[in-house]
T-cell receptor, first 111, second 115 residues
Framework: QKEVEQDPGPLSVPEGAIVSLNCTYSNSAFQYFMWYRQYSRKGPELLMYTYSSGNKEDGRFTAQVDKSSKYISLFIRDSQPSDSATYLC???????????FGAGTRLFVKA | EPEVTQTPSHQVTQMGQEVILRCVPISNHLYFYWYRQILGQKVEFLVSFYNNEISEKSEIFDDQFSVERPDGSNFTLKIRSTKLEDSAMYFC?????????????FGDGTRLSIL
């Protein structure tokens, strides 16, 4: 079983839709959870960072962590064509240094 | 907003040659990282560096690779005797010291092409 599983998509939605992206993980040692956005030929850009289970909201983005189910989600409200990118979930062990990434989900938002 | 900068953006090198990838981390950050992303694959951890020494490295980071912080602002990745399979995007990242494990901030990468 992979440490972090993420559906690569692609996911295509109309402008204004609510987008749901998610990842599952197998190792309960993961305690820090991030979502990064990556545009073509660019580096990962940090969107959200969470530590505890529950929800965290920032503008149109909501990150959700369920440690009991080992499941994390990112919701994008009122999606825009500029949100078209690859979204990477990522996580770090307690006391660890490296970030473990999911495969990334390619999102297309159609105008 | 402060950012991680990487140079060059694209490096083309003959197989067997040595290459140095350069990074300027965010100025108050103390932890530094290199990651690799082969085309179409996930971002993979190579190495982390703190207090002038390697704190963790992956299986990929063998004797062919080395890192250095030659001065107070630069962080470099050296790849000796490059192979075709070293062709990839190489990302530098940094993070600040703080309680818990702060998230890493990434540069836009160097695309390394080995011919």
């Amino acid at each position: 079983q992979k440490e972090v599983e993420q559906d690569p998509g692609p996911l295509s939605v109309p402008e204004g839709a609510i987008v749901s992206l998610n990842c599952t993980y197998s190792n309960s040692a993961f305690q820090y959870f991030m979502w990064y956005r990556q545009y073509s030929r660019k580096g990962p850009e940090l969107l959200m960072y969470t530590y505890s289970s529950g929800n965290k909201e920032d503008g149109r983005f909501t990150a959700q962590v369920d440690k009991s189910s080992k499941y994390i989600s990112l919701f994008i409200r009122d999606s825009q064509p500029s949100d078209s990118a690859t979204y990477l979930c990522a996580m770090i062990h307690t006391g660890g240094f490296k970030t473990i990434f999911g495969a990334g989900t390619r999102l297309f938002v159609k105008a | 907003e402060p950012e991680v900068t990487q140079t060059p953006s694209h490096q083309v090198t003959q197989m067997g040659q040595e290459v140095i990838l350069r990074c300027v981390p965010i100025s108050n950050h103390l932890y530094f990282y290199w990651y690799r992303q082969i085309l179409g694959q996930k971002v993979e951890f190579l190495v982390s560096f703190y207090n002038n020494e390697i704190s963790e490295k992956s299986e990929i980071f063998d004797d062919q690779f080395s890192v250095e912080r030659p001065d107070g602002s630069n962080f470099t990745l050296k790849i000796r005797s490059t192979k075709l399979e070293d062709s990839a995007m190489y990302f530098c990242a940094s993070r600040e010291q703080g309680t818990g494990n702060q998230p890493q901030h990434f540069g836009d990468g160097t695309r390394l092409s080995i011919l």
